[in-house]
Structures are given as structure tokens and as C-alpha cells.
């Protein structure tokens, strides 16, 4: 079962990293470019939207069964791990940080359904999707998808 949950995390990271940026992108595109916000502005946000909440299920399921995850505090110590920096990345950093970033989906994308005209929509979607972006960037294991 570890080795599914940890293929199905890996793949559909790519998705997810795919989606946020385009979403991301199209914002910052219909805010500096003054476009009118159309209905696959909507579909484009909702999208990177399902997909990094499905991510965050995986996710979590990961990190109760894979020994890099709960179970690496559990068996070495929380003081062991944080001195790791590997173990502290898939531990500590990488759940924290991509959970902060699906928080941050979820309040742009709420917050942009409450704006009734496009300038406000794209930024909204814009600063919230980008910061999630700079976060899911930073705390990718890259060393992990490279080898």
C-alpha cells in the first residue's frame, strides 16, 4: 500500500505543480492585462483548486504510512529529526508548507468568487495562487524527483 500512495503522491504532484502554475499565470495574466474574466478563468482556479485538495489527501495518507513521515518522529524523536535535514524536509517542512499552500488555493479561490467585477477576481487569484506557488516550490523534494 506504501508504494501506491507514494506513486499516486509523486504523479500527481507533477499535475498539481502543472496546474498551479498555469492557474497562477492566467491570473497574473487577466490582472496586468486587464482581460475580462471569462468562464475558463473560473474552470482554470477551480481546477488547481480539486487538484491540490485531492494532493492533500494523498498526502496525508502518506504521511501516516510512510516511515518518512509520522513515523520517522515517532521512532527517532522529534529533537533527532528536526537535527536530519532530510528527515525534517518529509517530516516536518514538506507537509507544513504544502498544507500552508492549499490554504492559501482555498482563500484566493474563496475570495475571488466574492468579487463581482474581473480587475478584483484576477487579484485575488493572483497573490493568493502565487504565494502558494512560491511555497509548493520551496518544499518539493527535488533531489527525489530527479534521481
Given at each position: ?79 533527532t529529526v528536526m537535527k ?34 474581473s480587475k478584483p477576481k ?26
Amino acid at each position: 500500500m506504501y508504494t501506491t500512495v507514494q506513486f499516486l503522491h509523486s504523479y500527481w504532484a507533477y499535475l498539481t505543480l502543472f496546474m498551479v502554475l498555469i492557474a497562477t499565470l492566467n491570473a497574473l495574466a487577466g490582472f496586468f492585462g486587464n482581460k475580462e474574466y471569462q468562464p475558463k478563468d473560473f474552470r482554470i482556479s477551480l481546477f488547481a483548486l480539486i487538484v491540490t485538495h485531492i494532493q492533500l489527501l494523498i498526502g496525508l495518507l502518506l504521511y501516516f504510512i510512510s516511515p518518512l513521515g509520522l513515523k520517522s518522529i515517532t521512532n527517532n524523536g522529534m529533537g533527532t529529526v528536526m537535527k536530519d535535514s532530510m528527515l525534517r524536509l518529509y517530516a516536518v517542512e514538506h507537509i507544513t508548507v504544502m498544507i500552508l499552500a492549499v490554504i492559501f488555493i482555498t482563500i484566493g479561490y474563496s475570495k475571488h468568487k466574492k468579487k463581482l467585477v474581473s480587475k478584483p477576481k484576477f487579484k485575488m487569484l493572483a497573490i493568493f495562487y502565487t504565494i502558494a506557488l512560491v511555497f509548493m516550490l520551496s518544499r518539493i523534494p527535488w533531489q527525489q524527483w530527479f534521481a
